[in-house]
């Protein structure tokens, strides 16, 4: 009897041992219910919810969509645009120069070209910094394009996934020309009021206008070889090229007909803040390292800050 006894005492010990192990490794739940109670609410801004009531966005998408508009800025790509929103705006991309920029630095490519600045034609530019800022998209900025051989700290690859066949952060994208650090804000505002946005109402997210500024960012900057004393080919018109860059008109078909832009000419008549003040323009240099950094204070956004800097 008392054997008995002793087997059952230690049977319950071993049997409680190993309750305590599955608690231990796997909890009880408790905890995980507790963390959804302590999830805030995202209580929206007066602001907020009444752009969120002018575009009838229903009550159970604001949260969601709210979240979005608040997160850091970051690049998305030009294949977020194409699809159900702007299919001929991509498709008219894909055949214009600055969907095309990324193949430029390949070996080869545009070789009297490169001579005429004296840029060695058989080599491989398509990791180098000073190319990939003004070749690509959102090139060491959050989000942007990372060029082959780029690894996080853990050695992970984390280079940029380029099919051929879609382009997209590889190529000098929508968001270089239309953002001042990304699309991610403005891509939400603009899918919530399912186009029915004022130019006020997507620069507070980080759309910008001030499109022939923009421009210069590039095509006028003191670190490119193609200048106009080299040739007058590389005098920059921005009248002249911004006609090369949107041919959507010979897009549009059946299937993407719904996407045209309603409010595009009602847009076109409001006078944005970033076209009275332009932004700044974000300079950079190439360290010993060779690696490509910002010069402070001439970003046209502080993430920190959540402010946008004007040109004085």
Request: glycine share 6%; proline share 4%; net charge positive.
């Amino acid at each position: 009897m008392e054997n008995r006894e002793w087997k059952m005492g230690r049977f319950v010990k071993v049997l409680s041992l190993v309750l305590v192990s599955l608690v231990l490794v796997f909890g009880t739940g408790i905890e995980a219910d507790a963390k959804k109670k302590k999830k805030k609410k995202i209580e929206l801004t007066a602001e907020e919810t009444a752009m969120f009531d002018k575009w009838e966005v229903k009550p159970k998408k604001r949260a969601k969509t709210v979240k979005k508009m608040r997160k850091k800025p970051k690049f998305v790509g030009a294949v977020k645009c194409n699809g159900s929103c702007h299919d001929a705006y991509y498709q008219a991309w894909i055949k214009s120069p600055h969907g095309n920029t990324f193949n430029l630095l390949k070996a080869g490519i545009r070789k009297e070209a490169k001579e005429r600045v004296k840029l060695d034609p058989e080599k491989d530019y398509t990791t180098t910094p000073l190319c990939l800022r003004c070749h690509t998209t959102g090139y060491r900025q959050k989000g942007g394009f990372k060029p082959a051989g780029s690894k996080s700290k853990k050695g992970k690859d984390t280079a940029s996934k380029i099919d051929p066949e879609e382009p997209n952060k590889e190529q000098v994208g929508c968001e270089m020309c239309h953002s001042v650090a990304g699309g991610s804000q403005f891509r939400a505002v603009m899918k919530a009021s399912k186009g029915n946005f004022t130019k006020a109402e997507t620069e507070q997210y980080g759309q910008r206008w001030d499109y022939a500024n923009v421009c210069t960012r590039c095509h006028t900057h003191k670190n490119t070889p193609f200048k106009p004393e080299v040739h007058d080919k590389y005098k920059f018109n921005f009248e002249e090229r911004k006609l090369k860059v949107h041919k959507f008109e010979d897009y549009w078909n059946e299937d993407n007909a719904d996407q045209k832009l309603e409010k595009k000419d009602e847009r076109a008549k409001q006078v944005g803040q970033t076209e009275k003040t332009p932004l700044s323009i974000e300079d950079f240099r190439i360290n010993d390292k060779g690696k490509l950094k910002f010069i402070k204070g001439t970003k046209p956004y502080n993430s920190k800050k959540k402010t946008f800097n004007y040109k004085k």
